[in-house]
């Protein structure tokens, strides 16, 4: 708590050295007119100038449908009823996972760059092909550990990898969106991503429950899944490069 609390602050400080220039309007006609108008400016923008950011917003939001209900609702299942393992073993998974967020953060930074925007494709087929063996050794028969530790490096790996295609993916979006549509269009994106989190924890905790004793074909197909839209998705990485 009181780490929390240093690092509010410690935010709180740097924001107080960001300027931005402020454009008062031309006319004041009312924050519900504002709000129509910035409403109306923001969808004929991503419809009809980028459709690109569209693409990118209706991706973000299978790839949180998909990886949401996976580690979200896979891993305690997993860890907890699967295989019987304590409170603990999950602690442990948790704070790792945390971490590896961490260190994708990081990796995100170093990779500023060097990164193209053709790659993210394959980054986005990462994330399902550390899902597949998951699934492949709960086929073998192995050990509650082997298990267990399998799934915990599958899913850092996920984690890792998801860290690093959100913070391009977002970045794109807003390399191609002008600054006074910014705040608009990434309320889309955190709208969109947030719907389909609670949908995606609501199909998965279904599916787990159904197939408890074949949980490898949930998380086989689900990998197997976000590869092939991960593959599908060149076209279009390739199409926002070249706009770039």
Same mark, same amino acid.
């Given at each position: 708590?009181?780490? @929390?609390?240093?690092?509010?602050?410690?935010?709180?400080?740097?924001?107080?050295?960001? $300027? !931005?220039?402020?454009?008062?309007?031309?006319?004041?006609?009312?924050?519900?007119?504002?709000? $129509?108008?910035?409403?109306?400016? @923001?969808?004929?923008?991503?419809?009809?100038?980028?459709?690109?950011?569209? $693409?990118?917003?209706?991706? &973000?939001?299978?790839?949180?449908?998909? !990886?949401?209900?996976?580690?979200?609702?896979? !891993?305690?299942?997993?860890?907890?009823?699967?295989?019987?393992?304590?409170?603990?073993?999950?602690?442990?998974?948790?704070?790792?996972?945390?971490?590896?967020?961490?260190?994708?953060?990081?990796?995100?930074?170093?990779?500023?760059?060097?990164?193209?925007?053709?790659?993210?494709?394959?980054?986005?087929?990462?994330?399902?092909?550390?899902?597949?063996?998951?699934?492949?050794?709960?086929?073998?028969?192995?050990?509650?550990?082997?298990?267990?530790?399998?799934?915990?490096?599958?899913?850092?790996?996920?984690?890792?990898? &998801?860290?690093?295609?959100?913070?391009?993916?977002? &970045?794109?979006? %807003? %390399? $191609?969106?002008? @600054?006074?549509?910014?705040?608009?269009?990434?309320?889309?994106?955190?709208?969109?991503?947030?719907?389909?989190?609670?949908?995606? %924890?609501?199909?998965?905790?279904?599916?787990?429950?159904?197939? &408890?004793?074949?949980?490898?074909?949930?998380?086989?197909?689900?990998?197997?899944?976000?590869?092939?839209?991960?593959?599908?998705?060149?076209? !279009?990485?390739?199409?926002?490069?070249?706009? %770039?």
């Amino acid at each position: 708590m009181a780490a @929390s609390i240093v690092c509010f602050l410690l935010a709180a400080l740097f924001e107080c050295f960001i $300027k !931005l220039q402020y454009i008062a309007p031309d006319n004041w006609t009312g924050i519900t007119a504002i709000i $129509k108008n910035h409403f109306s400016v @923001s969808m004929r923008f991503i419809y009809n100038e980028q459709p690109g950011i569209l $693409k990118l917003l209706l991706l &973000s939001a299978i790839i949180s449908f998909f !990886l949401i209900g996976t580690v979200m609702v896979g !891993l305690p299942y997993i860890v907890r009823s699967i295989l019987g393992l304590n409170a603990e073993y999950y602690g442990v998974a948790e704070s790792v996972l945390g971490f590896a967020a961490i260190l994708g953060s990081i990796a995100a930074g170093l990779l500023t760059g060097k990164l193209k925007t053709h790659n993210l494709s394959i980054v986005l087929a990462a994330l399902g092909a550390f899902l597949i063996p998951v699934g492949v050794i709960f086929l073998i028969p192995t050990g509650a550990t082997t298990r267990y530790i399998v799934t915990l490096i599958a899913f850092c790996g996920v984690q890792f990898v &998801s860290c690093i295609f959100s913070i391009f993916s977002l &970045s794109l979006i %807003q %390399q $191609k969106t002008p @600054s006074n549509l910014i705040g608009t269009v990434m309320a889309y994106v955190s709208t969109i991503t947030m719907c389909a989190q609670p949908l995606g %924890q609501m199909v998965y905790g279904l599916l787990f429950d159904r197939f &408890s004793n074949t949980v490898y074909l949930v998380l086989i197909l689900t990998g197997i899944i976000v590869c092939t839209i991960g593959l599908l998705t060149v076209g !279009l990485f390739r199409q926002l490069e070249q706009e %770039q």
